[in-house]
């Protein structure tokens, strides 16, 4: 794709709107705007600068007119200029406000292509900003999230990272690492030279921080993941304990059928909500039980499947019975798998035990289990609600959010990293990490040992940006003193 002639695309959602944008970016962007557009008809022509036949100055808005080619007007639109280099995408650029018609717009389009222009590839813009330095890849992969972003909470972590919140965290880590590498070359290529060769008790103090740095940033993608993607929630419970019921109420809205009669849920029934920032995606489920006929039958499979596929599943009992054996059967598995949330419903009816003993009852039932449950497990966390009265339905989204998300509420938001891409280079430098410090144990040479490192050094300059041999080499002669 060619970099450096100009491109235009229009820059607001397809549709009609109040606004419409078209943007222009290159060399010869403000050529084009000048053959496209005129001055309102009326206005005074005394400015008879040639380069600014428009009046177009650079950070000035512009109130012009877009005519067709009889020279009738077509729409009357704002044109701002943003000079080269500070714009967008570091090259001259126009941006052109229309009024929002589909028409106008696709024929503003048709005269810039004819007066010069090439269509912009999708994320063209940001390309090209990546290519001219205004931003690195983290920054411009952040923008594409920032669009996409769904919660406020999201397009605020993306907002950070545009303005570099990743990078800022392995850039100086990297730096680390480069002077490491620096060190190391020095060591080799002046061996004759009074360069002081490092210990290994040294570059390992030297590895300890930046091991310590990306380790940490990559363990962050656990809860920047649950930002990015959410969650997924299954209500599980045997037949008529209120299923359907907490997740209307949890929605609150009246998307599952609710009745009395035991086996009304058949299939899956799923809906997202926001929570704390956060993509909540609650499933509702066949009650789980012997099942009377086929339908039934996959319904209760598709229970087991959903709680499976959950993050976390809410286990309904009904508070007004006594736990049966379905019950058990279902508190045993779902906290084997470490999924386990007990939400004690109808407890507007009498309880048929205190709230104490509701408690011990259920981590009876788990301790009894034979196996691999630990003896030092702590409670299982219970909720007491009502979802016909709706009551303990705010703790109770209090207490998913603290139990899915642990980390949210502790962390700033620029800490988080949420991109996958860059969480798998991080993953795999670490790797690369570790071999260097298996290199490292067995005293191979340095040559051999900075192959290591330049593996660590690789995925990182994948997420930010290259680190080119100059740099190394002017890392090595800009920090000794070599002497010849
Ligand atoms: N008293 C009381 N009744 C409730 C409560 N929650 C649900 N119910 C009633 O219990 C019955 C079953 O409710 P559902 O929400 O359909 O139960 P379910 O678990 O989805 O049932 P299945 O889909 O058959 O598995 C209905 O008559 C509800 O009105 C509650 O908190 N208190
Ligand atoms: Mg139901």
Redesign the pocket.
């Known amino acids: 794709m060619n970099t450096d002639d100009t491109i235009v695309a229009i820059s607001t959602p397809a549709g009609r709107g109040g606004l419409g944008v078209v943007r222009l970016s290159g060399p010869e962007a403000l050529r084009i705007t000048k053959q496209v557009l005129r001055r309102t008809t009326g206005s005074s022509q005394e400015e008879a600068d040639p380069v600014h036949s428009l009046g177009l100055h650079p950070w000035k808005v512009r109130y012009l007119e877009l005519p067709d080619e009889q020279g009738a007007v077509i729409d009357r639109v704002l044109a701002t200029y943003y000079c080269k280099p500070h714009s967008y995408t570091a090259e001259d650029v126009i941006e052109i406000s229309c009024h929002g018609s589909p028409v106008v717009l696709q024929f503003l389009i048709g005269r810039c292509l004819l007066a010069g222009a090439r269509l912009a590839e999708p994320g063209e813009f940001t390309l090209r900003a990546f290519l001219n330095g205004r931003m690195d890849l983290t920054q411009a992969e952040a923008v594409r999230d920032l669009i996409e972003a769904q919660t406020l909470y999201q397009a605020k972590v993306a907002a950070q990272q545009v303005e570099g919140a990743v990078s800022h965290q392995i850039v100086p880590l990297k730096q680390r690492l480069v002077d490491l590498i620096s060190l190391l070359e020095a060591g080799i290529d002046f061996a004759e030279d009074d360069v002081s060769v490092l210990s290994s008790a040294g570059i390992e103090e030297r590895l300890l921080p930046v091991e310590q740095g990306l380790a940490q940033l990559a363990d962050s993608f656990r809860t920047g993941k649950i930002i990015q993607q959410g969650l997924m929630l299954a209500i599980v419970?045997?037949?008529?304990?209120?299923?359907?019921?907490?997740?209307?109420c949890l929605l609150q809205q009246d998307r599952?059928?609710?009745?009395?009669?035991?086996?009304?849920?058949r299939d899956l029934v799923s809906e997202t909500v926001e929570l704390g920032g956060v993509p909540l995606r609650f499933v509702?489920?066949?009650?789980i039980r012997e099942a009377f006929d086929e339908a039934e039958s996959i319904g209760v499979r598709k229970s087991y499947e959903a709680a499976a596929d959950s993050d976390l599943a809410l286990l309904?009992l009904n508070g007004?019975e006594d736990l049966r054996k379905e019950d058990h059967d279902l508190l045993r598995r779902l906290y084997a798998l470490d999924k386990l949330l007990v939400v004690l419903?109808?407890?507007?009816?009498p309880l048929q035990f205190p709230r104490e003993q509701w408690q011990e009852a259920i981590q009876k039932v788990i301790l009894n289990t034979p196996g691999n449950i630990p003896p030092s497990s702590k409670n299982v966390p219970i909720l007491f609600?009502?979802?016909?009265?709706q009551q303990g339905i705010e703790a109770l989204r209090e207490t998913i959010l603290t139990t899915a998300v642990p980390t949210l509420a502790g962390e700033r938001e620029s800490q988080f990293l949420t991109n996958a891409r860059q969480e798998r280079l991080l993953q795999e430098s670490l790797e690369a990490l570790a071999a260097a410090r298996q290199s490292l144990e067995a005293n191979v040479p340095h040559e051999m040992l900075l192959l290591d490192l330049y593996n660590v050094l690789r995925p990182l300059d994948a997420i930010t940006g290259a680190t080119t041999v100059e740099v190394i080499l002017s890392n090595i002669f800009s920090t000794f003193c070599i002497g010849k």
């Open positions: 419970g045997r037949p008529n304990v209120g299923k359907s019921s907490l997740f209307n599952a059928i609710v009745t009395a009669t035991p086996g009304t849920t509702d489920t066949a009650g309904v007004a419903n109808k407890c507007d009816l609600v009502s979802a016909l009265k």
